[in-house]
């Protein structure tokens, strides 16, 4: 099925470890995005690529870093994980042209960081 | 600036009654305004969405959202409950050119009782 794939779906990091989250999708959309979501806070972006090659800060970057692989992959990277990014993360894609607005959303990651 | 605002944070009906989850927003530009609903350990999937067309929208599942610019909201509504729409949904504002200044809401988490 078309859509956006994240891996992994679970993860648990020691504190200062580092990871990558992958996300991919199939629907030759030219944004992408991360978002965490934590309880009672909706869904806050981290950062987002408009197209391919391009990347920027969304409104909480601080401990991430992104790359923006191709125009299916957008990578997102915790080089040294805190216990206050345990969180869930979304990647989600959009094309922003008339009569197709709105995302489409992986089903997240869940990320525990002890 | 946008702000949207969900002003319930739980909502809980019984099975069959109407269902009403409220939106406010504020939007410096012409909006561009969805609800998304997310089922437990899911992604976010779209309901429905409002880009200066017809002020009232129908989405998936039997839901729809009226677009009222003279009170800024954007409420949800559903004529009869069913025990699958007991999720979490979230109102998101964006500019109607981009989704790049998009603000999701905290969340309404829905409750239906058999």
């Known amino acids: 099925n078309a859509g956006v794939t994240q891996t992994p779906k679970f993860q648990v990091l020691k504190t200062g470890q580092s990871m990558t989250l992958q996300c991919a999708q199939d629907m030759n959309h030219n944004s992408m995005y991360w978002y965490r979501q934590d309880p009672g806070m909706g869904l806050r972006l981290i950062y987002y690529?408009?197209?391919?090659?391009?990347?920027d800060k969304g409104e909480v970057p601080n401990g991430y870093n992104v790359s923006r692989l191709n125009k299916r992959e957008f990578s997102l990277r915790l080089e040294s994980a805190a216990p206050s990014q345990t969180s869930v993360y979304f990647c989600?894609?959009?094309?922003?042209?008339?009569?197709?607005?709105?995302?489409?959303f992986g089903s997240g990651t869940r990320l525990t960081v002890v | 600036a946008q702000s949207v605002t969900q002003l319930d944070s739980h909502v809980s009906v019984s099975e069959g009654t109407p269902v009403l989850l409220r939106c406010n927003y504020s939007?410096?530009?012409?909006?561009?305004l969805f609800w998304y609903v997310q089922h437990p350990n899911k992604g976010l999937q779209l309901l429905l969405k409002y880009t200066s067309a017809a002020t009232l929208v129908k989405g998936i599942n039997g839901f729809e959202a009226e677009f009222k610019k003279s009170e800024t909201s954007f409420h949800l509504t559903k004529p009869s409950a069913h025990m699958s729409d007991a999720a979490e949904y979230f109102c998101?504002?964006?500019?109607?050119?981009?989704?790049?200044?998009?603000?999701f809401g905290a969340g309404t988490r829905l409750f239906v009782k058999a």
């Open positions: 998101v504002v964006t500019r109607n050119t981009g989704g790049f200044k998009t603000i």
């Open positions: 690529s408009a197209s391919e090659g391009t990347t």
């Open positions: 989600a894609s959009s094309e922003w042209i008339p009569g197709n607005y709105g995302y489409t």
């Open positions: 939007s410096s530009y012409s909006p561009s």
